[in-house]
C-alpha cells in the first residue's frame, strides 16, 4: 500500500516538530499547522533558515506539498539515505544526461522485468 502525499506530508511536519524545538526553541503545533496557512508558512520559513539540512528538506517537501498535491516526488530521505540516493541518481559522467525516453524505458524495465 502506497501512503497518499497528505500522510507524507503529515509525517514530514511531525518530523519538524523535534528539530524546530531543538534549534529555534519553538513549539510545533501540527494541528494548527494543518489549520492555518499563515502559522504553516511562518514555520516552514523558519525551517527553511535552519542549519539542519534534514529540517530544510522537510520544510521544502511540506512547502510544496501544502493545500495538496502539486509535484510527484519522493518524500525527502533522512541522513545517509538522502546522500546514498543522490549518488546512484547522478548520471555517467561520460554518457552525459540520459534523455527522457532513456529514463522512461529504465522506469518501465522494472515494472516489466518481474512479470511471469
Partial sequence: MVPSIES??????????VPMRREFGRSL???RFLREPDYAQAVIDQALASRDLRLRDYALYVQ???GGPREVDAPPLPGAAAAAAADAAAPPAAGGEPSEAELRERVLKKYTGGLR
Avoid: S
Fill in 64 to 66: 510544496r506539498h501544502l
Fill in 8 to 17: 507524507q506530508v503529515l509525517n514530514c511536519v511531525v518530523r519538524m516538530v
Fill in 29 to 31: 503545533d501540527v494541528q
